[in-house]
């Protein structure tokens, strides 16, 4: 960049400025003025980069993969390695960042690849997070695996690709200056650290902590690294809680989501949540979370404004501790099959909206867990929008599967996203229910070789395929073949649209003027088919 400092082909003079160690400087001057060759850094960030365009949906197969990077000052190193692709596809794949066809060449994003593009953590933080995390975890065990996150590596070194393991000792080094003061913090976080002052993770995870108890650090490097800490703890913590949504884990997932929550706040779960008000004095908040006569939380709000205000202390405390977000659940069950239950969810937000404190909308998370708390069996996002819709009543219908033997309930919460202790829950009791229904049918899945399409078909309508998939061959008998009612349901690129097509050609045989109707969700996607 410093050879096109000015505007090149307009300037013949520009200027530069290079902050750096005094080490250093020989080699930034020998790059300008012995025009040493500069290789492109792109190479040790390429997986990461390809697998959030596979995302994007920009690159959808290796070939485009290839165009995408001739866009990039890599391009003419990759003309040398012509597998730079196939590689950096093959380590997404091991990491089970993507699905790779290698015979067609084609990508598919997964969960995990959609995690680490949306939150930008790298491929081996996410294959760290995915070996550690698991169904029962501490807190304490969440903070450790917080630190051994790919980001607090000191410099970047280049990772085998067959192994998404990860060396200790590249991680954020502990300088000896700083041994003392960490000694000092390691006697004053309140979550214990099995790791010696002397190891990296150890401080990382002491950092940390000591950035949520608003600690005061002494050493300038130590605020530096403090701060880089927590400017990653926030989407490091978001993505760990997605990975455990996403592996329908409750445990951990409570825990990190309270531990994003936390590190927003700067605060622990154990303090009051008053804390999160500002302007509330710190003798307030010490006589909240040390006298008796300060009563349980969830009875603040039995309480009316000049009682609140009363017993806070300050006078209009009373209608500050009404704005926080409360919400008032009811819950209908219905079976609908043996192994299918229908919830029927009333949700009225209870507290006054201030866009001051709550700006323009407040976010909530429906989790439902089986009896023991261990897994969940649905989640989604609830969001109330402004103070016109805080008192009206939102209704959510969820589907969530039964198992035998019969549970005697499941538990629903409604959590935000952004507030400590906001939180409601209540149980499904499945007692008075009666789930002696039939059980469904469903077809099994024969053993059938791949079927090939016929002349006649590819001279109609499928003249770009010339054999069918598993799905395909196995409802195509019943769909070309017969004129019965038939439910196809199958995951998302398995070409169901093919299995409609059978319905098409079958009716279009007949030769008798007969019509079909097609929907679909866009205007695009019509046009498409008419061309079709």
Partial sequence: MLGRAGQPQYDTYGEGIIITNHSNLQYYLSLMNQQLPIESQFISKLADNLNAEIVFGTVRNRDEAVQWLGYTYLYPDSQKHADVIHSAVALLEKCHHIKYERSSGQFQSSELGRIAS????????????????????????????????????????????????????????????????????????????????????????????????????????????TVFVQQSAGHILHAMFEICLKRGWAMPAWACLALCKMVERRMWGSMTPLCQFKGVSQEVIQKAEGSKQFPAWYRYFD??????????????????????????????????????????????????????????????????????????????TFIVLCQRYTEDEHNVTITVPIFEPVPPDYYISVVSDQWLHAETRLSTSFSQKSFHLRRPSSSCNLCLSPRYTTRNMRRSYLNTIQTFNKIQTQVFQALYSSDKNVFVGAPTGSSKTICAKFALLKSWNKRDNSRADCVEPYQEIVDQRVTE
């Fill in 118 to 225: 949306h939150y930008y953590v790298t491929h081996n933080s996410m294959a760290t997070y995915k070996q550690h995390l698991w169904l029962i975890m501490s807190t304490l065990e969440l903070f450790r695996v917080f630190a051994l996150s790919n980001k607090f590596k000191l410099l970047p070194v280049s990772i085998p690709q067959n192994s998404c393991q990860i060396n200790l000792q590249e991680y954020l080094k502990v300088r000896q200056e700083e041994k003392l003061e960490l000694a000092k913090l390691l006697e004053r976080v309140p979550t214990s650290v099995k790791e010696s002052v002397d190891e990296p993770t150890a401080k990382i995870n002491v950092l940390l902590q000591a950035y949520i108890s608003q600690l005061k650090l002494e050493g300038f490097a130590l605020v530096a690294d």
């Fill in 303 to 380: 309480l009316d404004p000049p009682e609140l205000g009363e017993l806070i202390g300050i006078p209009n405390a009373g209608r500050l501790v009404h704005n926080f977000p409360k919400l008032q659940l009811q819950v209908q069950v219905q079976p609908i099959t043996r192994f299918l239950l229908r919830i029927d969810l009333s949700i009225v937000p209870d507290f006054r909206w201030d866009e001051k404190i709550h700006g323009g909308a407040e976010t909530f998370f429906i989790i439902i867990e089986d009896i023991d708390g261990e897994i969940i069996l649905f989640h989604d």
